[in-house]
């Protein structure tokens, strides 16, 4: 079944306390991202990837790293993470040029900085 | 500034009553807008993308339309199960592959 995994699905940690977010598509996709949704605001990108080795920053990349060593793979990374990256997160990936194709959504990781 | 909003924020209708959505946006040029739909608990799941002004899609009881300005997304003699969020997405000239969203429409169909 082609599908995007996302992992934790709900974290709860404390300011400051570096964490991990795993993604992983099996559908050979070249385009990976992510983003937050926080309500009342639509998604907003943190990083994208076009292909192993080449990301980049989207609208809202401060306090976030990323790495994509794999096709498959695209962990997220908070270094120190603080209370205002509390929300929910999705990793997408699609076909070719990302932007223009459907993209594939896992079913998100909330977190929770206190 | 280029953005996209959509209307209402909630809609509740009865099952069986049609309605519709809207999706607005300010552009330097459209590239390609795409319909999502969001589940409680769930990331977005692909309906649409449309390319240019005039085009249509159907998909059972949703139909998306598209103009220079706006987007509808017509939901015909809606079901319970419709009830989800719906998310619009822009993909502008000058993006680099980026897409705006709305924050989307939160539509509850009450059977």
């Known amino acids: 079944e082609a599908q995007v995994t996302q992992n934790p699905r709900y974290l709860i940690t404390v300011t400051g306390k570096k964490l991990t977010v795993t993604c992983s598509q099996n559908?050979?996709?070249?385009?990976m991202s992510w983003y937050r949704q926080d309500p009342g605001l639509g998604l907003r990108q943190i990083y994208y990837?076009?292909?192993?080795?080449?990301?980049d920053k989207g609208d809202v990349p401060e306090g976030y790293k990323v790495s994509r060593k794999e096709k498959r793979n695209f962990p997220l990374i908070l270094e120190s993470p603080s209370p205002n990256q509390t929300s929910l997160y999705f990793c997408?990936?699609?076909?070719?040029?990302?932007?223009?194709?459907?993209?594939?959504f896992g079913d998100g990781t909330r977190l929770s900085i206190l | 500034e280029d953005q996209v909003t959509q209307s209402p924020e909630a809609l509740r209708l009865q099952e069986g009553e049609s309605s519709s959505l809207n999706c607005s946006y300010t552009?330097?040029?459209?590239?390609?807008l795409f319909w999502y739909r969001q589940d409680p608990g769930k990331g977005p799941e692909f309906l649409f993308t449309?390319?240019?002004?005039?085009e249509e899609k159907e998909k059972e009881r949703l139909k998306a339309t598209l103009t220079k300005k706006e987007s509808f997304l017509h939901i015909t003699a809606p079901k319970p199960e419709d009830s989800a969020t719906y998310l619009c997405?822009?993909?502008?000239?000058?993006?680099?592959?980026?897409?705006?969203w709305g924050a989307g429409t939160k539509l509850i169909i009450k059977p």
């Open positions: 449309l390319y240019s002004a005039g």
């Open positions: 997408a990936s699609s076909d070719q040029s990302g932007g223009n194709q459907p993209q594939h």
């Open positions: 990837s076009m292909n192993v080795e080449v990301t």
């Open positions: 559908m050979n996709h070249e385009y």
């Open positions: 552009v330097s040029g459209l590239r390609g």
């Open positions: 997405a822009v993909l502008f000239m000058d993006s680099n592959y980026q897409l705006i």
